[in-house]
């Protein structure tokens, strides 16, 4: 069975995110979303255990799909839950440089390769850190999100 990890901060989890999980759990048999702490993003909007729960929620219609969420190397990850591949977006040229430093040190330390999914043309401006920074100042992000996610983060500025 082929296991793929598909790490990230997710705060919040978007529809490129969602268009990745989707095209993911298509092409593997089992894909775990890890909503991971990421130390170079200081101040989180939700936290770990409110974005696994709202993940969870909005991909119950991927039945091979599964959510967690810790802090912890992604190889030490991925060897736990016997992931054989790490699976990343890609939105723009701008996003390859430093994963592809990431996917290469994944590799050094486990031997475990990245698979790189690019987003479709209608996500790929879409990222977790504008859309906080739009909803913080009143801005909406409806349609950019699953609903769930949308009304929580309505609920978070309200
Ligand atoms: P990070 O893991 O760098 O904190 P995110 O949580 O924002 O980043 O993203 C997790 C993963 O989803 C990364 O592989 C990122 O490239 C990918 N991703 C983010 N936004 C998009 C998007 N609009 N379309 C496709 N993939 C995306």
Known sequence: M?????????????NGHMEIVERASVLFDKVVVAAMRNPQKASALFSLEERQAMIESVVEHLPNVEIVSLSSLVVDLAKTIGATVIIRGL??????ENELQMAQMNHQLSGIDTVFIPTSSEYSFVASRLLREVASYGGSVAGLVPKLINDAIEAKFS
Request: proline content about 11%.
């Open 2 to 14: 082929k296991v793929a990890l598909f790490p990230g901060s997710f705060d919040p989890f978007h």
């Open 91 to 96: 939105r723009a040229v701008s996003d390859f």
